[in-house]
């Protein structure tokens, strides 16, 4: 399995970005794909995820009604608009495929099985 991320750069307060995720090795339909993302000297943080079976998404708290998770299946691609952009948005950000189901919520690290490299995001002030 390969997950390539894109789109991340430098923005400026209340910018837009939207980055890309192309997967490619496995069933992209039958996935759930989330994003998550890490800043200096912190843990890695969970954003979004989405069930490609039946559509579901989930957000953290901090990305609700900015940040939206969305998949292009016949591109096996999963994409984060995320809008209304902060400095503390700044970070790398990660694509994630869970290749088994688990229980619960697709919300943690532990719950992916392959990461992409990471993509850069800085929002300046």
């Known amino acids: 399995v390969q997950l390539v991320e894109s789109g991340g750069g430098l923005v400026t307060v209340g910018g837009s970005l939207r980055l890309s995720c192309t997967a490619s090795?496995?069933?992209?339909?039958?996935?759930?794909m989330g994003w998550f993302r890490q800043a200096p000297g912190k843990e890695r943080e969970f954003v979004a995820s989405k069930r490609m079976v039946s559509g579901t998404t989930y957000y953290a708290d901090f990305a609700k009604g900015r940040f939206f998770i969305t998949a292009e299946n016949a591109r096996m691609t999963t994409y984060l608009q995320m809008n209304n952009l902060k400095p503390e948005d700044t970070a790398v950000y990660y694509c994630?495929?869970?290749?088994?189901?688990?229980?619960?919520?697709?919300?943690?690290?532990?719950?992916?099985?392959?990461w992409g490299q990471g993509t850069q995001v800085t929002v300046s002030s």
């Open positions: 994630a495929d869970q290749a088994s189901p688990r229980l619960g919520s697709p919300n943690t690290k532990e719950k992916f099985d392959y």
């Open positions: 090795g496995r069933d992209f339909d039958q996935n759930t």
